[in-house]
Structure formats: C-alpha cells, structure tokens
C-alpha cells in the first residue's frame, strides 16, 4: 500500500487538488505543500460550507493531520496571518497542526511592490501574474540575496542583510520603475515581532518527515500550480517562478525521491488556465462560455476569469513524461453532463489542434458513487482518455463536495 503520494496539477493549475488533497489527507498523517506561495487557491467544500486555501496545507481540516510548509515554498506572514485569522473565524485552529521550515525564503511587501510594478510596465505583454511577489521573491533566493524565515532569530544580522536587500530594491523601484520605495527600520521591527509570533511553527522539515516514515506514518505532498506552469518545464515565460513538477518535491521538502510510492496527476476533464501564455485548445465560442458558466471557472485566488478549452491529450502526454504519473484522477467530469458533444485534442497540426468528437451522456452524474454505475458514454470517454494516456484514471471526481468522487482503483 502507498504510504507517500504527491498530488500534482497536470495542466495550467486550478485542476482540483486542494479538493483532492483534502479528500487523501483523511487516511493519511501530515501533508506537506513544497513550492509555491500564496499565488495558489485550493478550494475545499465539505457539507455544503467552501474553504479556499492559499498558504497553509489542504489538510487543516482535520484535526490529525500536520500541515507542513517546506522550505521550497515562498512565505509571506502577512498572508499566512490573514489565512489563520480567516480559519479561526470558522473555528479551525492551526495550533497543533501547522509545522513551518526555517528556510523557507520570505516573500516582503517589497517583493509585491516589484511583481506588479514589472507587469505594469510589461504592458501588453505581461505574465498576468497573481501579483504577490512570488516571482521577485524566488530571484531573491537564487541570488542570495533573500531573507529565509530562520534569518529573523538573529536581530544582529537580519539588520545588515534586510539593509542590504532594500538598498538594492529601492534603488530599482525609485529609478527604474518610479514608485514608492521601503523603510528598513519598519520592516525590520515588524519582521522581529513577527517572529515572536511564528517561532513557535518552526520545525526541521527534512528531520521530521524522515521520522514520520520511520514511524509508518503516511505523508501528501500537494502541489500548487500545475506542470505548464513549471519554471522549467512550463510554456516559458508564462509560467510562475517554481518547480511545480515531481522534482519540486525532493528540494522543497527535503524528501528523498527513494521515498515517494505514487504520484498522482490531478487533471480537469477540459482545460483552463489564468493568466498570459500560449494554449491550444481555447475556446472563444458558446462552449467556452458553457465550460466557464457550469464549471465557475473564477480564480480562486485573484477572482479573474479563466481562459476555457477542451482537454489537451498532447499537453498532459508531456506532462506524464516529466512527472511519470502512477495514476490520474479526472475532475470537474460533471462540469460535461449536459454538453450534446465533447471534444479532446489528440494531436496538433500546422500549430492547430485536431479533435477527436465524443457523444455526451447528457446526465446528472453528481450523485454516482460506484464506477458501474456510470452512463455507457461517460466509461466510452474515461476509458479513451485512459487508453491515450497510458495511465489509469484511478479517481473520478464528480462535484466540488468532499464525498463526490468515485473510486476506480483503491490507492491508499
Ligand atoms: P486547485 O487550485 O487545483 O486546488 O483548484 P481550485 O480550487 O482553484 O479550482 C477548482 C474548482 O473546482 C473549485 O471551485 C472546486 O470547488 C471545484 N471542483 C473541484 N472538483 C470538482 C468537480 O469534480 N466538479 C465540480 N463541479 N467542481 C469541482
Ligand atoms: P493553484 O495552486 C492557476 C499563474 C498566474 C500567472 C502565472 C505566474 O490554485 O492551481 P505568479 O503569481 O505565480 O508569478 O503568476 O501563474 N498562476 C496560477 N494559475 N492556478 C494557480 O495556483 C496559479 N498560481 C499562479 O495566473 O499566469
Ligand atoms: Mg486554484
């Protein structure tokens, strides 16, 4: 039995994996998010009430499981603080549960106010990002130049390294992007009372996730974004500034590979994505706009509309080669009930997508527990899809609720 599964977005992000790391985390000890920041909006929905998760782990609903931030996630205490309060305010505490990396990299207002002054002055051609300094954040830590969470338990050097890091911002900001530049001594002060406040989240990721296995503990890795979105395997330069794909996992945790059992693929039965950058299957007619309307494709995160297509075979072919998918679980499959006819991009031709059609089932699938159970022409497109991919669909989800899906094969 799989005592490690990483749950990963096979297409632009925004498949389904906070729900599907949720729905895991049950049976399963700690969950651990490894890159990426508060750019993510996983959503949860259980007994009718909608959760929307950005920092903190998709397994904070329950009360048994850690929910660990490694240190290849960007972390803003500013967002973190707002995510605790909103939890508190629905009586869910984090105390207990949540376990934070010292290295994690800081994301500063600093690293906000270059994220979008670069896309105001990119213009047309911006990234679109979410505008919360993850990429100038990264930058920093590849530099070397970036302020790690642990950082804040030495006053002494944290001076010098913060002074260091807003001297060259604020040159940038006042005279290449002309806008408002940071105070050191502010941010500093915050930065010190802040740690009073997280200090006590602080853990050794790589040391307790060594012992957990020993223990026979079962572990998630969630992933944020999605693989189209990876620094180095993404439609480059729309992409975000992580490794979204399986080798994430491995240096923003401190995992070793030897350890990971299965790698699940979330995948949306069609295509979205948020955001600039290439995307073959967009639609811009009434099927668009159906997928959209039915599927409530608004960013869980900036609240922007996103870009509808049909499935791309071709795409997610790409995306199991980088990442070796053990098995898929096919989401928003219901957001399809009543469409007469689906389409699935097979292959591209002369920079165009071709399709292969399939005959709608044209029925309410939200309620269906057991794969038999299905319409005839649900099984016939699960089944095709299977087939190309040469990856089982191990998971049918079939509404946003915690208890709409259906299990093809038992994973855990
Ligand atoms: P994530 O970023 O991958 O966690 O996905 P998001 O939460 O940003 O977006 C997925 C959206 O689809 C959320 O509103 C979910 O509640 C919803 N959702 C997830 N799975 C299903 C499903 O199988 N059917 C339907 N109709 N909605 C789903
Ligand atoms: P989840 O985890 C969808 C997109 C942004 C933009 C690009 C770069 O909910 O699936 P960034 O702010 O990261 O520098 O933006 O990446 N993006 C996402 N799109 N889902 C997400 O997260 C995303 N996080 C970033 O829209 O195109
Ligand atoms: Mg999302």
């Given at each position: 039995m799989n005592n490690s599964i990483a749950i990963l977005g096979a297409?632009?992000?925004?498949?389904g994996k906070g729900k599907i790391v949720d729905l895991l985390t049950e049976k399963c000890d700690a969950v651990v998010r490894f890159q990426g920041g508060h750019n993510a909006g996983h959503t949860l929905v259980v007994e009718g009430k909608t959760t929307i998760l950005?920092?903190?782990?998709?397994?904070?609903?329950?009360?048994?499981v850690k929910c660990i931030i490694g240190n290849g996630v960007v972390l803003s205490l500013d967002a973190l603080s707002e995510e605790i309060e909103i939890l508190r305010k629905s009586?869910?505490?984090?105390?207990?549960?949540l376990l934070i990396s010292d290295g994690c990299p800081l994301i500063l207002p600093v690293h906000i106010e270059l994220d979008k002054a670069r896309e105001l002055k990119k213009?047309?051609?911006?990234?679109?990002?979410?505008?919360?300094g993850i990429g100038p954040a990264y930058e920093d830590k590849i530099s070397r130049r970036g302020i790690r969470?642990?950082?804040?338990?030495n006053p002494e050097t944290l001076k010098d390294i913060l002074k260091e890091l807003l001297d060259y911002h604020n040159f940038v900001l006042k005279n290449y992007y002309e806008c408002k530049t940071f105070d050191d001594v502010k941010m500093y002060e915050k930065l010190l009372s802040d740690y009073e406040t997280y200090?006590?989240?602080?853990?050794?990721v790589p040391e307790y996730i060594d012992l957990a296995f020993k223990n026979k503990k079962k572990i998630v890795f969630e992933g944020a974004q999605g693989t189209l979105l990876d620094?180095?395997?993404?439609?480059y330069p729309f992409?975000?500034?992580?490794?979204?794909?399986?080798?994430g996992i491995f240096t923003g945790?401190?995992?070793?590979?030897?350890?990971?059992n299965y790698i699940l693929a979330i995948v949306k039965a069609y295509t979205t994505r948020v955001g600039s950058g290439p995307f073959m299957t967009e639609l811009f007619d009434n099927d668009g706009e159906q997928l959209s309307k039915i599927g409530h494709?608004?960013?869980?995160?900036?609240g922007r509309e996103r870009r509808c297509g049909w499935l791309d075979l071709v795409a997610l072919k790409r995306s199991i080669v980088i990442n070796g998918f053990t098995g898929i679980c096919l989401t928003k499959?219901?957001?399809?009930?009543?469409?007469k006819e689906i389409k699935v991009c097979i292959e591209y031709k002369n920079n165009a997508p071709v399709y292969k059609n399939f005959d709608g089932w044209?029925?309410?699938?939200?309620?269906?527990?057991?794969?038999?159970?299905?319409p005839e022409k649900t099984k016939i497109y699960i089944g095709a899809i299977e087939s190309y991919l040469g990856?089982?669909?191990?998971i049918i989800s079939?509404?946003?609720?915690?208890?709409?899906n259906i299990f093809k094969n038992k994973i855990l």
């Amino acid at each position: 039995m799989n005592n490690s599964i990483a749950i990963l977005g096979a297409q632009w992000g925004d498949e389904g994996k906070g729900k599907i790391v949720d729905l895991l985390t049950e049976k399963c000890d700690a969950v651990v998010r490894f890159q990426g920041g508060h750019n993510a909006g996983h959503t949860l929905v259980v007994e009718g009430k909608t959760t929307i998760l950005h920092l903190i782990p998709s397994g904070i609903l329950h009360n048994n499981v850690k929910c660990i931030i490694g240190n290849g996630v960007v972390l803003s205490l500013d967002a973190l603080s707002e995510e605790i309060e909103i939890l508190r305010k629905s009586n869910i505490t984090v105390d207990g549960k949540l376990l934070i990396s010292d290295g994690c990299p800081l994301i500063l207002p600093v690293h906000i106010e270059l994220d979008k002054a670069r896309e105001l002055k990119k213009g047309k051609s911006k990234i679109g990002t979410t505008g919360r300094g993850i990429g100038p954040a990264y930058e920093d830590k590849i530099s070397r130049r970036g302020i790690r969470l642990g950082d804040l338990s030495n006053p002494e050097t944290l001076k010098d390294i913060l002074k260091e890091l807003l001297d060259y911002h604020n040159f940038v900001l006042k005279n290449y992007y002309e806008c408002k530049t940071f105070d050191d001594v502010k941010m500093y002060e915050k930065l010190l009372s802040d740690y009073e406040t997280y200090k006590k989240y602080i853990i050794d990721v790589p040391e307790y996730i060594d012992l957990a296995f020993k223990n026979k503990k079962k572990i998630v890795f969630e992933g944020a974004q999605g693989t189209l979105l990876d620094i180095d395997h993404g439609t480059y330069p729309f992409v975000t500034s992580s490794n979204t794909t399986v080798g994430g996992i491995f240096t923003g945790s401190g995992v070793s590979p030897k350890k990971l059992n299965y790698i699940l693929a979330i995948v949306k039965a069609y295509t979205t994505r948020v955001g600039s950058g290439p995307f073959m299957t967009e639609l811009f007619d009434n099927d668009g706009e159906q997928l959209s309307k039915i599927g409530h494709e608004l960013g869980a995160t900036t609240g922007r509309e996103r870009r509808c297509g049909w499935l791309d075979l071709v795409a997610l072919k790409r995306s199991i080669v980088i990442n070796g998918f053990t098995g898929i679980c096919l989401t928003k499959v219901d957001v399809l009930d009543q469409f007469k006819e689906i389409k699935v991009c097979i292959e591209y031709k002369n920079n165009a997508p071709v399709y292969k059609n399939f005959d709608g089932w044209m029925t309410d699938i939200t309620k269906i527990k057991n794969y038999d159970d299905l319409p005839e022409k649900t099984k016939i497109y699960i089944g095709a899809i299977e087939s190309y991919l040469g990856v089982p669909i191990d998971i049918i989800s079939n509404g946003p609720g915690r208890e709409q899906n259906i299990f093809k094969n038992k994973i855990l």
